[in-house]
């Protein structure tokens, strides 16, 4: 199957490595470039019919799979559906989508019946992530809310 590849570990489609499709563990087989990305075949799939059954779904890796950032540097799985409170403790909502502006990223935080918060990320901005509690605190810039 041709998979289009977003990871920046070199080594993640190599032979023997085990990814999640549908949460479950599927082990590669080989791997080699094509012309559209990477062509990956996996052990239990044995043929095109069953590659085209997979259009469109997501190849992940376990969250122990990855490799460790830079303090301060955070996945995007990470932080996607965290909490956000300002650092006075108002709940703001949950980060639902970033956008990869080039720049710096910028957390959409949504709560119901609340229009959405467009929050930058930015050293200023995010005062504290705590991925055990999936909690962010932050200090909006005048107007932003």
């Known amino acids: ?3 289009e590849v977003l990871s920046d570990a070199p080594n993640r489609f190599k032979p023997g ?4 499709l549908k949460g479950k563990p599927e082990r590669v087989e080989r791997s080699r470039k094509g012309k559209r990305g990477l062509l990956v075949k996996l052990d239990s799939v044995n043929d095109r019919t069953q590659a085209e059954e997979l259009v469109g779904e997501d190849l ?3 969250p122990e799979q ?6 301060g540097s ?3 799985f ?3 559906g965290m909490r956000v409170l300002t650092d ?9 989508e970033i956008i990869v502006t080039g720049g710096n990223d910028v957390y959409v935080v949504h709560e119901e019946g609340r229009r959405d918060i467009l929050i930058p990320a930015l050293p200023d901005v995010i005062i504290d992530v705590d991925l055990e509690a999936a909690e962010m ?3 909006l810039p005048d107007g932003l809310v």
């Not at 490595?17 to 999640?20: E, K, N, S």
């Not at 006075?88 to 639902?96: D, F, K, P, S």
């Open 137 to 139: 605190k932050v200090s």
């Open 78 to 80: 990470q932080i996607l």
């Open 17 to 20: 490595g085990v990814l999640r």
């Open 88 to 96: 006075e403790g108002e709940y703001l909502g949950t980060v639902e």
């Open 74 to 76: 955070y996945y995007h």
């Open 60 to 62: 992940t890796v376990l």
């Open 1 to 3: 199957m041709s998979v």
């Open 66 to 71: 990855v490799e460790p950032l830079p303090d």
